[in-house]
């Protein structure tokens, strides 16, 4: 089945930095990848996604890139501010609409 | 848009008891909801995918005995956890899935529902 591995599992970065979190997925037939943000105690946000027909998608501050031949993503956030501290999540989707989960990523923004 | 509802947010019940934890789309019609449990500091895992008027698919090692799932309307699925003991204590997030739009890959969570067994 689908696997995916997330790195680094925790991330401090100073104020104002860039900070990448990196996923690798197994099941080529994976064709989107959403990012999630999730503030303690609370539900997961949607903050950014890719389809595999993308190789690279901006918002502002944030960024994701796709490497299809390699199976990773990235999520890039630039100017990093103290809100951006939390968990964040990478999924992928192996065909059936549902998601397969990275492990996690604890982001730390250092004011 | 794209409002997803949990109720109870929490819920302490003792052991041997069944709790019902429900998942709502306020504002959109869901093809599909999910179930997912986290522990502290851990992912989200999947437990099982409901579609509306048919049977739950479990994932491997999910009893569904024990977690009974109802997808009555496509606007409201709900989680039984029959039997509860302790080890279920946990957080359980449901999420629905569009059935229209541009966005019907995306997953939009609940709440969550931490539930406590004594």
């Known amino acids: 089945g689908e696997n995916v591995e997330q790195h680094p599992s925790t991330l401090s970065v100073q104020e104002g930095d860039s900070a990448v979190i990196k996923c690798t997925y197994s099941?080529?037939?994976?064709?989107?990848f959403p990012w999630y943000k999730q503030e303690l105690g609370k539900r997961p946000q949607l903050i950014i996604d890719?389809?595999?027909?993308?190789g690279e998608k901006k918002d502002q501050r944030i960024a994701v890139t796709l490497n299809k031949t390699a199976k990773h993503f990235s999520l890039h956030i630039t100017e990093t501010q103290p809100e951006d501290s939390a968990v964040y999540f990478c999924?992928?989707?192996?065909?059936?609409?549902?998601?397969?989960f990275g492990t996690g990523t604890r982001l730390k923004v250092l004011a | 848009g794209a409002v997803v509802s949990q109720h109870p947010s929490w819920v302490i019940c003792k052991s041997g008891t069944s709790v019902k934890i429900e998942c709502r789309s306020l504002?959109?019609?869901?093809?599909?909801m999910f179930w997912y449990r986290q522990f502290p500091k851990q992912s989200l895992m999947l437990m099982a995918t409901?579609?509306?008027?048919?049977?739950?698919?479990?994932e491997q090692g999910v009893e569904k005995d024990k977690f009974l799932i109802n997808h009555a309307s496509l606007t409201l699925s709900t989680l039984t956890v029959t039997s509860a003991h302790p080890e279920d204590s946990s957080f359980y997030i449901c999420?629905?899935?569009?059935?229209?739009?541009?966005?019907?890959?995306?997953?939009?969570f609940g709440p969550g529902t931490r539930l406590t067994v004594l």
């Open positions: 409901s579609n509306e008027g048919s049977k739950a698919t479990y």
């Open positions: 999420s629905a899935r569009p059935l229209t739009g541009t966005a019907t890959d995306t997953q939009y």
């Open positions: 890719i389809r595999s027909n993308v």
């Open positions: 504002d959109f019609q869901a093809t599909t």
């Open positions: 099941d080529s037939a994976s064709n989107y």
């Open positions: 999924a992928a989707t192996p065909g059936t609409y549902k998601y397969i």
